[in-house]
């Protein structure tokens, strides 16, 4: 099975996302979670970049995760205990995420 795609709507723009069948539910919940974060920090009205409100809010949303997981999980896993993929994953959404703040020079 081929992945479908869908049009999705974050603070005001579309975007077309690929989503695995059956993933339809989790997707849109994600875009709705990354939406409402975003139009926080937008509507804050100190800033207005869409790339720093964007950067701003997957921060939010990891360090909200992680309080999660370690909250629900007495044992972390370390980043070489993840499988693979995860790890190569991690490493690249790091690598974005240090390209944009050396490009910005800071996130406020």
């Keep these: 099975?081929?992945?479908?795609?869908?049009?999705?709507?974050?603070?005001?723009?579309?975007?077309?996302?690929?989503?695995?069948?059956?993933?339809?539910?989790?997707?849109?919940?994600?875009?709705?979670?990354?939406d409402e974060a975003m139009c926080k920090i937008r509507d804050a009205g100190k800033i207005k970049a869409r790339?720093?409100?964007?950067?701003?809010?997957?921060?939010?949303?990891?360090?909200?995760?992680?309080?999660?997981?370690?909250?629900?999980?007495?044992?972390?896993?370390p980043v070489a205990d993840l499988p693979q993929p995860s790890q190569e994953r991690l490493t690249q959404l790091l690598g974005r995420l240090d390209q944009v703040i050396e490009r910005d020079g800071q996130l406020i």
């Design 1 to 34: 099975m081929s992945a479908q795609q869908l049009e999705v709507q974050i603070m005001g723009q579309s975007y077309i996302l690929g989503c695995p069948p059956g993933g339809e539910e989790r997707l849109l919940a994600a875009v709705h979670k990354v």
């Design 51 to 77: 790339d720093r409100i964007a950067v701003l809010a997957a921060l939010n949303l990891a360090f909200d995760q992680a309080e999660l997981a370690a909250s629900t999980s007495p044992v972390s896993t």
